[in-house]
């Protein structure tokens, strides 16, 4: 017998049988729909009531004909998840379906056959896998077809030429693979064809070239192959045009010039050679064209100063040779031209220069020379200049900066001479100022100090004289390399302002005074060399806050003073080189704590005392251990011996006594220098490969080598 609760729910279902069945049958095949979806809106369940005589007045996202026949659907951007079920099919009269944006899944359901008035169908941005049905393919109107993002696999069906009343076709971001069908080139009326981001395979068929009412066709990021043929028909039309990566043979064919509508045109990364066609100078319709990271080679031809409405040329990564045409500055609608990673050479033709809406000029790795002109100064949309690598000379002009608002401004490693301009910063935006490796001189402007905006700042290897100048308060700059110059006075406590600094690196200047104690706020410092100026006194106790500090170096100097305890918090250092000062007390038993580090450089100091045997714990050295020209006294640790991946090792020039035996133990050293110390009896026989040299000075030391000539018997 029934229980009490499974009568009720009977009496309740074939309750709400029969107001369903007040619906029209559309009606009833939408609620079917729900049964497979796992995620409903609130949406859909506060509108689709079965309790309507219809699903045409209040039903969210559907539209009905006058005979109350579902012709719309679009349930786009609801959240709906679970699968498509196959009633979808029973809805006959339907003409636009759209389920953009939702979390549908599974295959796509053969039922669409049946949607014989179907003419748009979206399900963009699901999560549908398996294949595209041969069915889709039967369905006489469709004009638009979007299935991109989603996880399709399997070929495109050969039976797509038989949708010859398509006009877009979208199945971009899948898995398909196979080759492109060419049953594709009967949809004679298509437009607009997007198949890049999948796994497809083969040649361009010939009967793209069919497709003469093509507006857009993208085949980006596929593993196609062969030449590539289109042009020969008639593709006036063609707006937009995308080949990059992939892997096709052979060059750009001249038939592109055919195509007098291109606006766009991009075949990044595809393994082309030979040169650029000069009948891509008839395409004056052209705004955009990439064709960088290939191996394409010859002079680029004078003939692209024809294309008026190019915006973007991108050349870079090719080999390219030969002067840049002067009539690239024809192009006054120019606003980014890069260049770089190739072979060219002479000077950027002053007509570039002129081109007024110009905001990024990167034509770095090249061999190009020449002054820079006046007329940059006036470029007001000039944000990115990128010259590294080449061989630009003269004076930079100086009121660069003032009538632009720079972003990057990068000349590394050229010729350049005379000052920095005073005003790079003018316009608030500098973020890269990259200057070094040139014959730059005088001092560096207070400008540089004032840039809030600079994140990364290269000043290294010129000849800069003067101070540094004082840093205002600045949470963007992260990197500052101003080393090999000859910058003098203290180092100044401003630079503590500049809170998220990783690297500073002010090595090999003429430095003087005391390290500021005000570097102890910039706690995420990991890199600070200081290396090769004449720096006194002691370390600050508060550089222990720089709790991040993967490298840090003051050698050669004139430090003094014991190492701080409180530099145990640095645990993640990989190198501490404190060489050629005047440190003193003993070499501390904290630095067993610096696990990570793989170089130690003690030496030229006035360290004293024994080597502590925490010194084993060092087991991640591998780069050096340095603690020569010290008074050192004792014997050699038997825990020396755990620094199995030891590759360097000096502790020459001090007091140490007794045998080496333990240093036998080292397998991994390639360097070796024990000379001048109080070493007694025999050289281990693992040892007897390095130079007499390493041994010097120590008389109790038993070894192979002659006292007159340095060498090995």
Not at 517 to 530: A, C, D, F, P
Not at 641 to 658: H, Y
């Amino acid at each position: 017998m029934f229980s009490t609760m499974s009568m009720r729910s009977l009496i309740v279902f074939s309750f709400l049988f029969y107001v369903a069945s007040a619906l029209t049958p559309d009606g009833m095949t939408l609620l079917s729909l729900l049964r497979h979806w796992t995620s409903v809106p609130h949406s859909i369940n506060t509108t689709w009531l079965s309790s309507d005589a219809t699903p045409c007045s209040s039903w969210i996202g559907v539209r009905c004909d006058q005979a109350d026949n579902v012709v719309y659907l679009n349930l786009t951007g609801l959240g709906i998840a679970g699968q498509l079920g196959p009633e979808i099919g029973n809805i006959s009269q339907l003409h636009y379906l759209d389920l953009t944006k939702n979390n549908l899944n599974g295959q796509i359901p053969d039922s669409f056959k049946n949607l014989h008035n179907l003419k748009f169908l979206s399900l963009s941005q699901n999560q549908f896998s398996g294949e595209i049905p041969d069915s889709l393919t039967q369905i006489p109107r469709l004009q638009l077809v979007d299935l991109s993002y989603n996880s399709l696999r399997g070929s495109i069906p050969t039976s797509i030429g038989n949708m010859t009343e398509l006009l877009w076709l979208y199945l971009q971001r899948n898995h398909l693979s196979g080759t492109i069908p060419s049953s594709i080139g009967n949809c004679n009326k298509l437009q607009d064809l997007f198949l890049d981001g999948n796994q497809l395979e083969g040649i361009l068929p010939q009967s793209l070239n069919n497709l003469n009412d093509i507006v857009s066709f993208d085949v980006a990021r596929n593993r196609l192959k062969g030449t590539i043929t289109l042009g020969s028909g008639n593709c006036k039309k063609l707006q937009f045009l995308d080949l990059s990566f992939n892997q096709f043979s052979g060059g750009l064919p001249p038939s592109l010039g055919n195509c007098s509508g291109l606006s766009q045109f991009a075949a990044v990364n595809c393994n082309l050679v030979g040169n650029i066609p000069t009948s891509f100078g008839l395409l004056t319709k052209l705004s955009i064209l990439h064709l960088s990271e290939n191996h394409l080679s010859g002079k680029i031809p004078p003939e692209i100063g024809n294309c008026k409405s190019l915006t973007e040329l991108k050349l870079y990564s090719n080999q390219f040779e030969g002067n840049i045409p002067i009539e690239l500055g024809k192009l006054s609608k120019l606003v980014d031209l890069e260049l770089f990673i190739n072979q060219l050479t002479g000077e950027i033709p002053l007509s570039i220069w002129k081109i007024t809406g110009l905001e990024h000029l990167l034509v770095y790795n090249n061999s190009l020379s020449g002054e820079l002109p006046l007329e940059m100064t006036e470029l007001k949309q000039l944000k990115n200049i990128s010259l590294f690598n080449n061989q630009f000379s003269g004076v930079i002009p100086q009121s660069l900066g003032i009538n632009s608002s720079l972003v990057l401004l990068d000349i590394t490693n050229n010729k350049f001479t005379g000052n920095i301009p005073p005003n790079l910063c003018f316009g608030k935006k500098l973020s890269t100022l990259t200057m070094g490796l040139n014959q730059l001189q005088g001092s560096i402007p207070p400008d540089v100090g004032s840039c809030t905006t600079l994140e990364r700042l290269i000043l290294k290897q010129n000849n800069f004289t003067g101070p540094l100048p004082d840093f205002q308060s600045n949470l963007k700059l992260a990197f500052m390399d101003i080393s090999n110059n000859k910058i003098h006075g203290a180092i100044p406590s401003s630079l503590g302002n500049c809170r998220n600094l990783t690297d500073l690196i002010l090595s090999k200047n003429k430095f003087t005074g005391l390290i500021p104690s005000e570097l102890g706020k910039l706690v995420s410092l990991q890199t600070l060399n200081l290396s090769h100026n004449n720096l006194e006194g002691p370390l600050p106790s508060q550089m222990s806050k720089c709790t991040k500090m993967d490298r840090f170096d003051v050698g050669f100097n004139f430090l003094n003073g014991s190492l701080p305890s409180s530099l145990q918090s640095w645990t993640g250092l990989t190198t501490l080189v404190l060489s050629e000062n005047q440190f003193s007390g003993g070499i501390p038993a904290f630095l067993s704590e610096f696990k990570n580090l793989h170089e130690l450089q003690l030496g030229g100091n006035r360290f004293g005392g024994r080597i502590p045997r925490s010194v084993g714990a060092l087991q991640n050295l591998n780069y050096g251990l340095n603690l020569s020209s010290n008074g050192l006294i004792g014997d050699l640790p038997v825990e020396i011996g755990s620094l199995k991946m030891l590759q360097a090792l000096d502790i020459s020039e001090n007091k140490l006594t007794g045998s080496i035996d333990v240093l036998g133990e080292l397998l991994s050293l390639l360097e070796l220098n024990i000379s001048y110390n109080s070493f007694r009896g025999d050289v281990p026989k693992m040892l007897m490969k390095f130079p007499c040299s390493s041994f010097f000075g120590n008389p109790g030391l038993r070894t192979n080598c002659s006292a007159s000539d340095g060498l090995r018997r």
